[in-house]
């Protein structure tokens, strides 16, 4: 267990911008966990429990208590006659490294949301997504520590509300009440990928592919289209993908007939922000140190000396030339924490 005063949230964001917390605690168990959440010293203070830190922006000071989750272990249950199995990580874990062992154990599932950053928790609560896979579409249950009910709790997939990362985790009238410490998820032996996604397609027809050959495909394109955090202060995707009606899509695309789009089921499209801010004359926009990536304009990286008011100016700049090429409104895949 730790618990530190005046922490310098800059090394543990993957934006490394200038701020710093009131405390900082760190617990490796669920009891250390309610013995944090007793102490006198803690209570009646802001909490923010914060995974990897991959997602978050502190827009200034934080006159509160990060708790961060070094929970740790990955277990994979028996396999059964159809070939599947569940398979448990702590969520202090590294997403990548759940995804990674996974992928090494020769189990498939989870091999389109490679090198996603962060930690296990937060995946569940963000519903991280990439290549046609969110994580709601393998999980089996999240286990949390309800603290209203002083008790552990395993939420089952009805329960957590999922949508494009969206959970229940972030509804107002739950938010802070569950903790989340473990997440199971449903994974297979059987040959089933989704190579329906850009540079996956080329994988298709391989009739030996396997989990960690799709992974290997995925790290590939991420690295080489997305900077390295731990060079370039960065959160991956700025902005979530919009989603427009029919309607305003058949103009959109009339317009812009070389624009990448992605139909719903519901009738709706998902567009891709990127494309949007580069062709709204966005790429490689900057405000002080925070710049638009010009290998991938979703993302807003830090040059080095980025402060938190660089970032939100940038990103405001961006909503707003999007909003004026385009008509439509990008919403931060980022939280901000005022």
Known sequence: MKLIENFDLSKCTTFHVPARARYYVEYSSVDELRELLAMPVLKDLPVLHMGGGSNLLFTRDFNGVVMHSAIKGIIFSDVTDDGDLIATAGAGERWDTFVERSCEAGYNGLENLSLIPGSVGAAAVQNIGAYGIEFADRVHGVHVYDTVEHRERLLSPGMLDYGYRQSVFKHDDVAGRYIVTAVSVSLTTRPEFHLEYGPLKELGGNDR????????????????????????????????????????????????????????????????????????????????????????????????DATSSDVVLLSRMVQDEVRAHFGIELYPEVIFVK
């Open 209 to 304: 592919l396997s989990a960690m050959d799709v992974r290997r495909r995925v790290v590939d394109v991420r690295r080489a289209k997305l900077p390295d955090p731990d060079v370039e202060g960065n959160a991956g995707s700025f902005f979530k993908n919009p989603v427009v009606e029919a309607g305003q899509f058949a103009d959109l695309i009339s317009r812009y007939p070389d624009m990448p789009y992605y139909p719903l089921p519901d009738g709706t499209v998902k567009l891709p922000a990127g494309w949007l801010i580069e062709h709204s004359g966005m790429k490689g926009a900057s405000v002080g140190g925070a710049v638009v990536y010009e290998k991938q304009c979703l993302v807003i990286v830090n040059r080095g």
